[in-house]
Every structure is written in structure tokens, then in C-alpha cells.
């Protein structure tokens, strides 16, 4: 057992650890955010969607069972309407759910 001491320590720890975590990047970029940080808030959402996609179909066997038609047409349903309606959640869901219907069917 944790004392109550003990207990409001590891609290108190916690929560200045969190408020110099919140704080430190007011702090530190005060005067304007760098350039490089820009640039890597404008590329990194990319990369990190590039590299989910890749995870997401590294386990496709396109020489077994259904080779890989369910993820396929769902991966083209995500871009298309991502594109032509520019709405991360519509892609997602509209995805998500056509994959779901595909695996079930198929």
C-alpha cells in the first residue's frame, strides 16, 4: 500500500511535469517558431499517413485467398473521396466500412 504522503508526492511530481511539458515550447519559442519546425509541421502529417498505409498493408498476400481485393478497393474508396470531398472523417468511416462489408462478403 501507498501511503497518503506518498501518493500526493507522485501527484505533485506528475503535474509539474506535465505544466513543464505544456510550458517549455511557449518558453522556449517566444521570439518565433523556427523554420524547421515549421517545414516539419507542414510534412510530418504526411509522412506519418504515408507510413500508416504502409502498415496497414504490409500483411496483404496478393497470392492467397481474396489477394488483397478488400483492401485494395477500400484504400481507392479512402483516396477518391478524400479528394473529391476533402473530409478525413467521411474517407475514414466511408473506408472503414466498405472494408468491414468487404471482408464479411468476400
Not at 506528475?14 to 515549421?38: A, D, E, N, Q
Request: some cysteine; proline content about 3%; overall charge positive.
Amino acid at each position: 500500500m501507498i501511503s497518503t504522503s506518498h501518493a500526493l508526492g507522485l501527484i505533485a511530481v506528475m503535474t509539474l511535469g506535465t505544466m513543464l511539458l505544456r510550458f517549455l515550447p511557449f518558453v522556449l519559442f517566444s521570439k518565433g517558431t523556427p523554420k524547421i519546425i515549421l517545414y516539419l509541421g507542414d510534412v510530418l502529417p504526411y509522412a506519418v499517413m504515408g507510413m500508416l498505409v504502409v502498415y496497414c498493408l504490409k500483411g496483404i498476400d496478393f497470392l492467397d485467398g481474396t489477394h488483397g481485393i478488400s483492401e485494395v478497393i477500400s484504400v481507392a474508396l479512402v483516396a477518391i473521396l478524400h479528394k473529391w470531398k476533402h473530409s478525413t472523417i467521411l474517407s475514414i468511416l466511408a473506408g472503414t466500412i466498405c472494408y468491414m462489408v468487404l471482408i464479411r462478403v468476400m
